[in-house]
C-alpha cells in the first residue's frame, strides 16, 4: 500500500516550497495540483476565453492533454507536450485557475488523474481539496494555513526578488480575493477536512514550519 499525504490550505502558506523540499527528503513524489489548475487557466487564457465563463472553459477541456512529471525537486508541467512550468507561476494565470477552479467540469476532469497519480506510489499532494475530496482516505492530512497578512508580506518578497515589486496593499487585496473565490464556491471549497491536522504557520519562519510538517507527518505515517 502506497502512503499518501495531503496538504490543503489557501493560497501563500507556504505549501509548495514546504511540500517540495519534504517531498525530496522523503523520497515521496511531489504532486502540485494547483499547477494542474493553472495549465487550464493558461490554456484559457491563451484561447482568447474567459475563464468565468462556463460553458467556454468546458468546451476546451477535450483539447487540453497534461501531464504533472515528477522531477527531481519538485514537478514538470507538460501542456499539450508543452513545458509550462514556470509560465503557470505568472500572476494572472494564478487568477485565470481560480476562476476556472471553481468550475465542477474542470474538477471532475482533474479528479481520475490525480487519484491516479496517488494509487501506485507515494505521494505528497498539494491542493485545496485533497484531504475532503480528491484522497479522503491518504494516509496523513495537513492544513496549511497562516494570516492573509503574513501571506500577502511573504508574497510581496518573493515578487520583490524576482524584480516584480508590488504594493502591499494590492498584495493582501490579491491574496484574500483569492481566499474568497476558493472558499466560498459551491465546488470542492477550501475547506479543513475534519481529521486534518491544523498548522498555521504566522509566527514560524521556514524552517521552523518545515520541521513542524516533518514531525507531524512522520508521527501520523508511523515514520
Ligand atoms: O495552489 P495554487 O495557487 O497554485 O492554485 C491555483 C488555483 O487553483 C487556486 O486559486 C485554487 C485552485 N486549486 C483548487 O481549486 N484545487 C486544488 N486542489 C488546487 C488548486
Given amino acids: 500500500m502506497s502512503i499518501s499525504v495531503a496538504i490543503d490550505g489557501p493560497s501563500g502558506a507556504g505549501k509548495s516550497t514546504l511540500a517540495r523540499r519534504l517531498a525530496a527528503e522523503m523520497g515521496f513524489v511531489y504532486v502540485d495540483t494547483g499547477a494542474m489548475y493553472r495549465s487550464i487557466g493558461l490554456f484559457a487564457l491563451e484561447s482568447g476565453i474567459d475563464p468565468h465563463d462556463a460553458a467556454g472553459v468546458e468546451a476546451l477541456l477535450p483539447q487540453i492533454h497534461l501531464e504533472a512529471r515528477p522531477v527531481p525537486g519538485g514537478q ?3 501542456l499539450n507536450g508543452r513545458d ?3 509560465q503557470v507561476r505568472r500572476e ?3 487568477m485565470a485557475a481560480s476562476a476556472v477552479s471553481a468550475l465542477p467540469a474542470v474538477r471532475a476532469f ?3 488523474k490525480q487519484r491516479q497519480m496517488a494509487a501506485s506510489q507515494n505521494v505528497l499532494m498539494d491542493g485545496r481539496d485533497i484531504g475532503t475530496v480528491v484522497l479522503p482516505g491518504a494516509t496523513v492530512k495537513i492544513f496549511l494555513t497562516a494570516a492573509p497578512q503574513a501571506r500577502a508580506l511573504r508574497r510581496q518578497k518573493e515578487l520583490e526578488a524576482k524584480g516584480q515589486p508590488r504594493p502591499y496593499g494590492e498584495v493582501l487585496a490579491d491574496v484574500l480575493q483569492r481566499d474568497e473565490q476558493d472558499s466560498s464556491r459551491a465546488a470542492a471549497p477550501l475547506r479543513q ?3 486534518a491536522v491544523r498548522l ?3 509566527y514560524l519562519d521556514f524552517e521552523e514550519s518545515f520541521a513542524r510538517l516533518r514531525e507531524i507527518i512522520c508521527r501520523r ?3
Fill in 92 to 94: 494572472e494565470v494564478g
Fill in 84 to 86: 509550462v512550468t514556470d
Fill in 193 to 195: 477536512a475534519e481529521d
Fill in 76 to 78: 514538470q508541467m507538460l
Fill in 221 to 223: 505515517a508511523g515514520l
Fill in 110 to 112: 482533474l479528479l481520475d
Fill in 200 to 202: 498555521d504557520t504566522t
